[in-house]
């Protein structure tokens, strides 16, 4: 069964920094590319980023461009997004995606 | 960008037929899929590619479309599909979704 569990979510403070993990498991990892969606409360899906097979190519939505990376490592099967410069308008739930494979989210609220 | 747009609510009664409309804002081929969304949970992928549904989704559900006109039905609608819907588009970055259909029970 293909599992994908989030984690590393909380509250920050503006201007701060955070790092979302997921966990994925029930498939080969390293065979997929990953993204980041984010939902903000009661709004719809937004795209945040998406990181090939290997990692060798990322894509962001412009908004977190120069602030979000996402990165992988196929040897712990483990996606990341580190969110730098947080912003008010950045706070949702984090969802780590695989194709129609989800997460159950990760809650990110910034903050003062 | 791809803007997708949807209806923003349904009202069905049970037992009936439901056609949720997606209408993309340019051509997208058949790179199309559509999610439910039920409160306080992820999204599920019900059809991939316009057409083809997710395993383990049931046969209620139903996609068909290509280049910028899309539906997904369901047929006939149970109560259990009290949901949000939301279209997405691959065929080109960013990835983008419909602001998403809100199907209520009549």
């Known amino acids: 069964e293909v599992q994908l569990v989030e984690s590393g979510g909380g509250l920050v403070q503006p201007g701060r920094s955070l790092k979302l993990s997921c966990a994925a498991s029930?498939?080969?990892?390293?065979?997929?590319?990953m993204a980041w969606v984010r939902q903000a409360p009661t709004k719809g899906l937004e795209w945040v980023a998406s990181?090939?097979?290997?990692?060798?190519?990322?894509y962001y939505r412009d908004s977190v461009k120069g602030r979000f990376t996402i990165s992988r490592d196929n040897a712990k099967s483990t996606l990341y997004l580190q969110m730098d410069s947080l912003r008010s308008e950045d706070t949702a739930t984090y969802y780590c995606a695989r194709g129609g494979a989800w997460g159950q989210g990760a809650s990110v609220t910034v903050s003062s | 960008d791809t803007v997708l747009t949807q209806s923003p609510a349904l009202a069905v009664s049970l037992g009936q037929r439901v056609t949720i409309s997606c209408r993309a804002s340019k051509s997208v081929s058949t790179y199309m899929h559509w999610y439910q969304q039920k409160s306080g949970q992820q999204p599920k992928l019900l059809i991939y590619s316009a057409s083809n549904l997710e395993s383990g989704v049931p046969s209620r559900f139903s996609g068909s479309g290509s280049g910028t006109d899309f539906t997904l039905t369901i047929d006939p609608v149970e109560a259990d599909d009290i949901a949000n819907y939301y279209c997405?588009?691959?065929?080109?970055?960013?990835?983008?979704f419909g602001s998403g259909t809100k199907l209520e029970i009549k």
């Open positions: 997405q588009q691959s065929n080109e970055l960013p990835l983008t």
């Open positions: 990181i090939s097979t290997g990692g060798g190519n990322t």
């Open positions: 029930g498939f080969t990892f390293s065979n997929y590319d």
